[in-house]
C-alpha cells in the first residue's frame, strides 16, 4: 500500500573508520534503490578521504558548518545545503565550526559496505 511504513526505527549510533558517527535510518536489503543515515563530524575533524563505487551520494547539511571536498573541489557548507556526490568521486568532509556538523547521506542505490573505498593520502 502506498504511504505504509515498516516501522523500522534507526540504528544506533556508531563510531565509524571515517572519523564521524553514523545512524542508519533506513537500509534495507528489501528496498535497494536508497538508504538513509544521520551523520555526526565533531569540530575539528576531517572525515576519510573515500569514494564509493557505483554509489550516488546526497549530503543534507542540518546543523552546522564544514568544508566538502568532492573531486578536487571545495566549498563551505551549512544547514540547507545540498552536496552531490556521483558514484566514484573521491569525498571528505571536515567540521569547521564549533559545534557538531550533522546531516543526511542518502544514497542511491543503498549503501553496501563494499562500495566503500578508502583512499591513501601521501
Not at 91 to 102: F, S, V
Amino acid at each position: 500500500m502506498a504511504g505504509e511504513t515498516t516501522g523500522q526505527r534507526p540504528m544506533a549510533e556508531t563510531c565509524s573508520r571515517e572519523r564521524c558517527y553514523i545512524a542508519e535510518w533506513w537500509n534495507d536489503g528489501s528496498d535497494k534503490a536508497v538508504s538513509i543515515a544521520r551523520v555526526r563530524v565533531e569540530p575539528g575533524v576531517r572525515t576519510e578521504p573515500h569514494r564509493l563505487r557505483d554509489i550516488n551520494e546526497r549530503y543534507l547539511i542540518l546543523s552546522g558548518h564544514g568544508r566538502m571536498d568532492v573531486a578536487g573541489r571545495s566549498r563551505n557548507v551549512g544547514p540547507g545545503d545540498v552536496v552531490v556526490i556521483a558514484a566514484g568521486e573521491t569525498q571528505c568532509i571536515t567540521n569547521t565550526g564549533e559545534r557538531d556538523l550533522g546531516f543526511l547521506a542518502v544514497c542511491t542505490p543503498r549503501f553496501r559496505p563494499e562500495c566503500y573505498e578508502a583512499i591513501t593520502e601521501g
